[in-house]
């Protein structure tokens, strides 16, 4: 049988069935398009006391060929009351299809009774796309512990870069070497998790933003999972991941079937700013994705969100008050956030009761509405259709609705899992749960004029069980089938996935959301870490950044509005503060500040992401480059790019020095120019700590790409924790 090779956008994978099972001989740089050679040259010698056969990394490793690593495939048939039996699938080749750079490999086993299908997409900006379908072929039940997607790293892949955290510290690095044995990220929140790696990437020593090679993966699974490496005694590697069971959650009866999530995976060979680009070319790619408005989608709004702004105090003079204010600043979008239903005064009553409350809303949500969308402004409103308070209507009627891990509801002696910000679970897997959840999200939508959803999800999903078992998978399913219906009901409408801020992202929930939010923490400084790294997979256009008060609400950290504003540019825009205290200079900066991000929200949402790797660790350079070919040069009089310098700690050295500006196009000339903040801002004379500016800050710099790129430009003495816009001009 022929080999397979997929190749696009500088990555070619390779696909060897020789042995018999597909072998993933070659994923990483593109090898051309000449004729491959006979791949039985690639024959590995053997050593002593070994196995006495060349063993294959499969597609789908497997005992039955000598892998001594983490199989893909790990389950058991029950018959005859007898569970155990085919413990160990022979899977081979059946057949194989190819249709440009998709391919369905299907493997068998007709002694198991099993077989896989693996579908692979090589997407045309590099990211692959890799899932399997295990089917039971045989007459009896098998029980599925475990079905993973995994990958072959090369050699010279040295170095492990996951990421990690908790609530209000999402998604930070870590890096370890790479180790003979097996490196294991579990996640068994019920939902992505706070400390979930959004990446798992193995590369070259020393990779950075933009140099070395990077091999990564992404599951895109919104349950229980994990994320591994796992180095083998013969030198090879292996990166991916698989959804977590529960106990017997998956039996496959006679002829049933079971999918992987998706596997996403890229590899570059200019560091991380390389695979950034592969999962944005994917996500751009997508017909239904929020495009930027050069797209023709509309671009994205600046966000108003009530709830730093009154939390639980929900009255109308109030909201209106602050309708008026946000819409003379500019927004587009305003949100009202928790506290406006049944019983809903403080946050351990009322989930579950999804009707608006006649005592706060006499006349419904139409009066406040009608004064949001009569300001030019688009209204939206806060939820949580998936969690359920002890106290409240729906939890009186329906105790059998609460997920615990009883067969029987608290009400006849189950037990429930501990609370969780005073809530519990509701039962999607109950049909009934379900049909009245997506009734009252659905009545909420047909019967006010809401044009966005900020759907959040406040607990993690512990014992998680329906009808006294383990569902989290199942969990999982029917709360993608609500997005699903609810979307194909009003398709106009937009939806934020939050979950306790960013403990649900992955690429699962976001073929169903337009937006996340990235952190419930809104300080700055710690926004810029955060938002860096969600920004290795998520284009900005789909993150929440937002504005919050002077002080922070989860740090009690206190910034400037420059520091604030210029973080939450580089995402979806927004506000959530109080914006009627802002007044005199200060709102004069606020609004002036809504204008560049409008000015340049389609360069923002379309550009290529560019982090520069800076040798002082106290300062960041990040931006986003306008888009195009690689020989293509930008209009003249357009802005080409738009970069933030960030000053995060005090620096060792007393100069800034020459900062190096990459990813411009190196033939083209540019004007470089301070935009923000400048003299006039309320905030500017805290910016710098210098008794003079470098020479070009004041009138700005004209210098070509390549200059910028290798030369640089003496950076101004930012004072820790500021930071300064930089625009680049194509002339």
């Not at 008026?324 to 587009?332: P, Q, R, Y």
Request: aromatic share 8%.
């Amino acid at each position: 049988m022929d080999s397979l090779h997929l190749r696009t956008a500088g990555t070619s994978l390779v696909i060897s069935f020789d042995s018999g099972e597909a072998e993933i001989i070659h994923w990483g740089a593109d090898l051309g398009d000449a004729p491959l050679p006979d791949l039985a040259i690639l024959g590995e010698p053997i050593p002593h006391s070994a196995i006495d056969a060349t063993v294959p990394a499969g597609l789908l490793p497997q005992a039955s060929s000598s892998w001594r690593g983490r199989p893909a495939l790990r389950g058991h048939r029950v018959a005859d009351g007898v569970s155990g039996l085919d413990f160990s699938a022979r899977l081979r080749v059946v057949t194989t299809t190819a249709e440009g750079n998709s391919a369905a490999i299907v493997q068998s086993d007709p002694e198991a009774g099993l077989s896989v299908l693996s579908s692979v997409t090589l997407h045309d900006g590099g990211l692959l796309e890799l899932r399997h379908t295990v089917t039971n072929d045989g007459t009896t039940p098998y029980q599925l512990d475990e079905l993973a997607t995994v990958l072959p790293v090369a050699p010279d892949a040295v170095e492990l870069l996951d990421l990690t955290g908790r609530w209000c510290r999402e998604r930070h690095p870590q890096r370890r070497p790479i180790q003979q044995g097996t490196w294991v990220r579990t996640g068994r929140h019920g939902r992505t998790g706070h400390d979930s790696s959004l990446l798992f990437a193995a590369g070259t020593a020393g990779f950075g933003n933009r140099h070395g090679k990077v091999w990564a993966t992404h599951l895109a699974w919104s349950g229980n999972h994990e994320q591994f490496a796992d180095s083998i005694g013969d030198g090879r590697t292996m990166i991916g991941g698989s959804e977590l069971l529960g106990p017997a959650e998956v039996i496959l009866q006679p002829g049933a079937s079971y999918t992987t999530p998706a596997l996403f995976a890229a590899y570059s060979d200019r560091g991380l700013d390389g695979i950034s680009e592969a999962f944005y070319s994917w996500f751009r790619s997508r017909p239904h994705h929020v495009l930027p408005a050069a797209g023709g989608g509309k671009p994205r709004p600046v966000v108003l969100n009530t709830w730093e702004a009154v939390y639980f105090d929900h009255n109308l003079p109030t909201l209106i008050e602050l309708a008026d204010s946000a819409a003379e600043l500019g927004v587009e979008r305003f949100v009202l956030d928790d506290g406006w239903f049944r019983g809903r005064r403080h946050d351990n009553a009322g989930l579950g009761d999804w009707y608006v409350d006649e005592a706060l809303w006499p006349d419904g949500f139409t009066p406040l509405i009608d004064a949001v969308t009569s300001r030019g402004m688009e209204f939206g409103l806060w939820v949580e259709p998936e969690m359920i308070n002890l106290d409240s209507d729906i939890a009186r009627a329906h105790p059998e609705w609460i997920v615990g891990p009883a067969a029987i509801s608290h009400k006849d002696g189950g037990r429930l899992p501990i609370e969780w910000r005073n809530q519990h679970v509701i039962d999607l897997v109950n049909p009934e749960a379900w049909q009245y959840i997506f009734d009252r999200v659905d009545a909420l939508l047909r019967e006010n004029n809401i044009s966005y959803l900020k759907w959040d999800q406040n607990r993690d999903l512990l014992e998680h069980g329906h009808a006294g078992r383990s569902s989290v998978h199942e969990q999982t399913l029917a709360a993608y089938r609500l997005f699903d219906e609810l979307k194909k009901a009003h398709p106009g409408v937009e939806i934020e996935s939050c979950s306790s801020g960013g403990a649900r992202v992955d690429l699962g929930i976001l073929e169903r959301t337009d937006r996340i939010w990235a952190s419930d923490c809104n300080d700055a400084l710690e926004r810029q870490t955060i938002q860096r790294w969600t920004g290795l997979v998520v284009p900005p256009e789909l993150v929440g950044g937002h504005v919050g008060p002077t002080t922070s609400h989860t740090t009690a950290r206190t910034h400037d509005l420059s520091f604030r504003a210029i973080t939450a540019l580089f995402g979806h825009f927004g506000m959530e503060w109080d914006v009627r205290e802002v007044q005199g200079a200060q709102r004069d900066e606020l609004k002036r500040f809504i204008g560049l991000y409008k000015e340049h929200r389609d360069l923002i949402h379309s550009g290529r992401m560019v982090r520069a790797d800076v040798a002082d660790g106290s300062l960041l350079l990040h931006g986003v480059v306008a888009s195009g070919t690689d020989s293509a040069r930008p209009a003249q009089g357009t802005t080409a790019a738009l970069f933030a310098l960030v000053s995060t700690r005090t620096a060792f050295a007393e100069q800034t020095g020459r900062i190096t500006i990459p990813g411009l196009e190196p033939e083209s000339t540019y004007r470089v120019e301070a935009v923000f903040p400048t003299p006039g801002d309320a905030d500017y004379a805290h910016t710098y700590t210098q008794v003079r500016p470098p020479s070009w800050l004041a009138d700005g710099a004209v210098a070509g790409g390549r200059f910028l790129a290798e030369v640089g430009l003496p950076m101004p003495i930012l004072n820790p924790e500021h930071a300064l816009v930089l625009r680049f001009t194509a002339l």
